[in-house]
């Protein structure tokens, strides 16, 4: 087991576009288990592997109030949604800021686990923009993408204000 190091925005390696998983091995099985030691530490709902900063299309998620629904998702996709529903969002990688963000209320999801078996789910509400948010990390996109170039610039600023003075 081991807490991994979380990128923060703007670091450019979150802008990487993530690989399918091939392999379903014990190295997998052993970053999905530090995954979600690093999430359930933070704390937060969802973590990406792009956050982490390993480019494998795999995320995280754990949206129950007693912190005991883990669901891990490889090669996860939508393939249906509907509604729209907007949400206060934040995330590990912009960490002191939330904003409202626009999501499908409803979505369908197709994902492997650790072992690639493919099963179907249906998703609503937190969890369903959970999963969205988390699946954009696999693009390379961030939730502050959504917001306008003065709200995004303006946290992109103060991060780096932060991170400079953490660096001192
Ligand atoms: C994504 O985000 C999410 O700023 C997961 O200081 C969030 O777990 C989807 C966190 C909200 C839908 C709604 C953020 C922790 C955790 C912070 C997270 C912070 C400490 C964010
Ligand atoms: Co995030």
Known sequence: MALLNILHFPDTRLRTVAKPVTEFDAELKQLVSDLFETMYEAPGIGLAATQVDRHIR????????????????????????????????????????YEKVSRAERIRVRAQNTDGEVSEFEAEGLEAVCIQHEMDHLEGKLFVDYLSSLKRNRIRSKLVKQQKQQAK
């Open 58 to 97: 795999l995320l995280v998620l754990d949206v129950s109030e007693g912190r005991d629904r883990p669901r891990c998702l490889i090669n996860p996709q939508i393939i249906a949604s509907d509604g729209e529903e907007e949400m206060d969002e934040g995330c590990l990688s912009v960490p002191g800021f």
